[in-house]
């Protein structure tokens, strides 16, 4: 069987991925350390099809100090003084990116979208896609916040009753259950294959197939890989004096040599040893190992379309980067 080193994503030319809950946290720590008590000299609109409001205008941060950064699902959001915030959504092929000194370019050349221009440097919001989908609001107030949460629940803070809630609220397959913001914060393809493996489950097992003891089991692993793989991120982009550097654009990916499945198409699984196998549709793609996860079953997409039945649909959804 063959082997994509780095799976080639046909859309964006790189394999995009929508940064998850682990990448995410990432940002937000490193513009934590360079941003905070920074004053917002100027705002620069490059693509107009990036800034998705017009009241308050963008403009209206200029002059305000930065007082606090966070997420919202996936989203990052850039607090100012006077409740005024700046909330990015990076979708698949946006992406970060920092420069120091306030005189300094923005980085990122002919694919920046918009940059925020600080004491201490430079933000640049980036994408490197035709298909611009990476967005920029700025609201005012704190309630104004609300829009953009999709109602999912934190794995790392839910308990095993709220969890199983969750999962269990909808029949469908356990990857579109975890991928779906409406059910869960912050998870997408590929931290979803990490933790389905890890479960030694099959990403197509219904959720309401799942006895007791495997969901809680589903929780733990879930809580247990974010929180792994985010210690990991921090030793990868740490700058030896206890804070991050700033990662690249290339740097947040979805193919990391030390993921069991996800990417790792014809490679053999680190747990049995058996290949690692791909459903792909249209440009998309997920993986899962056979001797671990579907007792050895190979699923094939035409098995898959009838398996799965109306929830195929929904997980073509997930590839198209619905979740938003």
Same mark, same amino acid.
């Given at each position: 069987?063959?082997?994509?080193?780095?799976?080639? @994503?046909?859309? &964006?030319? &790189?394999?995009?991925?929508?940064?998850?809950?682990? @990448?995410?946290?990432?940002?937000?720590?490193?513009?934590?350390?360079?941003?905070?008590?920074?004053?917002?000299?100027?705002?620069?609109?490059?693509?107009?099809?990036?800034?998705?409001?017009?009241?308050?205008?963008?403009?209206?941060?200029?002059?305000?100090?930065?007082?606090?950064?966070?997420?919202?699902?996936?989203?990052?959001?850039?607090?100012?003084?006077?409740?005024? *915030?700046?909330?990015?959504? $990076?979708?698949?092929?946006?992406?970060?990116?920092?420069?120091?000194?306030?005189?300094?370019?923005? %980085?990122?050349?002919?694919?920046?979208?918009?940059?925020?221009?600080?004491?201490?440097?430079?933000?640049?919001?980036?994408?490197?896609?035709?298909?611009?989908?990476?967005?920029?609001?700025?609201?005012?107030?704190?309630?104004?916040?609300?829009?953009?949460?999709?109602?999912?629940?934190?794995?790392?803070?839910?308990?095993?009753?709220?969890?199983?809630?969750? $999962?269990?609220?909808?029949?469908?397959?356990?990857?579109?259950?975890?991928? @779906?913001?409406?059910?869960?914060?912050?998870?997408?393809?590929? &931290?979803?294959?990490?933790?389905?493996?890890?479960?030694?489950?099959?990403? *197509?097992?219904?959720?309401?197939?799942? @006895?007791?003891?495997?969901?809680?089991? $589903?929780?733990?692993?879930?809580?247990?890989?974010?929180?792994?793989?985010?210690?990991?991120?921090?030793?990868?982009?740490?700058?030896?004096?206890?804070?991050?550097?700033? %990662?690249?654009?290339?740097?947040?990916?979805? *193919?990391?040599?030390?993921?069991?499945?996800?990417?790792?198409?014809?490679?053999?699984?680190?747990?049995?040893?058996?290949?690692?196998?791909?459903?792909?549709?249209?440009?998309?793609?997920?993986? &899962?190992?056979?001797?671990?996860?579907?007792?050895?079953?190979?699923?094939?997409?035409?098995?898959?379309?009838? $398996?799965?039945?109306?929830?195929?649909?929904?997980?073509?959804?997930? *590839?198209?980067?619905?979740?938003?």
């Amino acid at each position: 069987m063959g082997f994509l080193a780095r799976p080639w @994503d046909l859309t &964006y030319g &790189y394999h995009a991925r929508m940064p998850e809950l682990p @990448d995410v946290t990432i940002y937000v720590e490193a513009l934590r350390q360079r941003v905070i008590g920074g004053v917002v000299g100027r705002v620069r609109v490059v693509s107009p099809f990036v800034l998705r409001t017009f009241e308050p205008p963008v403009e209206a941060i200029e002059g305000r100090r930065v007082v606090g950064v966070s997420r919202i699902g996936k989203r990052i959001v850039v607090e100012a003084d006077g409740e005024l *915030f700046v909330v990015v959504h $990076l979708m698949i092929a946006g992406r970060l990116r920092w420069a120091d000194g306030a005189g300094a370019e923005p %980085p990122g050349g002919k694919i920046v979208l918009a940059s925020l221009h600080l004491e201490s440097g430079v933000l640049s919001i980036t994408e490197a896609s035709k298909q611009k989908r990476a967005s920029l609001h700025v609201v005012a107030g704190r309630d104004a916040l609300g829009q953009f949460s999709r109602g999912g629940i934190d794995v790392l803070g839910a308990s095993d009753e709220q969890f199983a809630a969750a $999962l269990t609220r909808e029949r469908r397959t356990l990857k579109r259950a975890l991928t @779906d913001p409406t059910v869960f914060d912050g998870i997408g393809n590929a &931290y979803s294959d990490e933790i389905l493996h890890a479960a030694r489950l099959s990403p *197509f097992r219904r959720t309401d197939s799942l @006895d007791a003891g495997e969901i809680a089991g $589903l929780r733990v692993v879930s809580r247990d890989t974010l929180l792994s793989w985010t210690s990991k991120l921090r030793a990868e982009f740490g700058d030896g004096r206890g804070g991050l550097r700033f %990662p690249d654009a290339g740097e947040i990916t979805a *193919f990391r040599p030390d993921f069991a499945v996800h990417g790792r198409f014809g490679h053999a699984c680190p747990a049995c040893g058996r290949t690692v196998h791909r459903v792909v549709f249209a440009d998309r793609e997920f993986n &899962y190992c056979p001797g671990c996860q579907t007792g050895g079953k190979i699923l094939a997409d035409r098995s898959l379309s009838r $398996l799965l039945g109306d929830d195929w649909a929904r997980v073509a959804d997930e *590839f198209a980067g619905s979740e938003r």
